[in-house]
């Protein structure tokens, strides 16, 4: 078994009903995290936090490393001061408040809900004195989940389960997991525009990969980063990668910028 698509949660709650629907089976190899599989999806519940999301992700690509550009998605519940309950939302922006560490999701699919600015914070916060959707993972789940796949294919998606008229204190398990039954309808029109962008990423190397590594010594380190920046300069760009470079290093330093730059041009089509 080999999943594509790897779905975190933070709580049991709000993991039943996708489990539920996608008719996911417990994976018994697991006596850490309740993870649930099929063939295709993956669905890890983490814990509450950045630290309990990080290490969960960690084990889970561990037990299931086979899969080349993995689909992964965040998923759960937040809160925002004028958003009404049960409103799905995905990140343009992710701020990770206590480090004041930003990331910024590739949008380059037709995102069928709207987007918005995600705050990541280590204690619920009930002032909404940003215009954020509040939250206590998104950040230390995007930054690790660029280790494990492609920019495109990551994304983080909320359900609005308090604001300023219906406080975090209501939010029950049993609310929770009622909630995010009719969000199960955006939540997996997001996933299904990424796995629609996953299959124009090719299955094993990226094109110009061998060339370059015959043309110039990389560290194993950097030979995972020119893997992911080839691959993310294939599906943005339809130039041909350009030849001269004066070594590896500054190859990849193109790269970056380029791809980072084709991205943010994209995203403002």
Request: aromatic share 10%; hydrophobic share 45%; with cysteine.
């Amino acid at each position: 078994m080999s999943p594509n698509t790897f779905i975190f949660m933070a709580l049991p709650s709000e993991a039943k009903g996708l489990i539920t629907h996608l008719k996911l089976k417990r994976w018994q190899g697991s006596r850490v995290y309740s993870i649930f599989v099929n063939d295709h999806y993956c669905v890890t519940v983490t814990g509450i936090g950045k630290a309990a999301m990080a290490a969960a992700m960690g084990y889970t690509f561990a037990t299931f490393p086979q899969t080349v550009n993995p689909l992964i998605v965040n998923v759960g519940i937040a809160g925002h001061g004028q958003y009404a309950l049960g409103t799905v939302l995905a990140a343009k922006k992710i701020i990770d408040l206590d480090s004041r560490r930003c990331f910024y999701p590739q949008l380059v699919y037709a995102v069928p809900v709207a987007t918005e600015i995600v705050a990541s914070v280590s204690t619920p916060d009930t002032a909404y004195r940003q215009n954020y959707v509040y939250e206590m993972e998104a950040a230390a789940f995007y930054e690790t989940a660029l280790r494990f796949s492609s920019a495109e294919l990551i994304q983080v998606v909320k359900v609005i389960s308090d604001n300023k008229d219906s406080s975090v204190e209501q939010v029950t398990p049993q609310w929770v997991a009622a909630l995010m039954i009719p969000a199960l309808g955006s939540i997996l029109a997001v996933i299904d525009e990424l796995s629609t962008l996953r299959v124009q990423l090719p299955e094993g190397e990226p094109l110009d990969y061998q060339r370059v590594l015959a043309q110039w010594k990389f560290t194993v380190s950097q030979q995972s980063q020119l893997k992911k920046l080839l691959w993310r300069f294939q599906v943005l760009s339809e130039k041909p990668l350009p030849e001269a470079f004066e070594s590896g290093s500054s190859l990849l330093g193109w790269l970056e910028q380029e791809v980072d730059q084709l991205a943010v041009n994209t995203t403002l089509l």
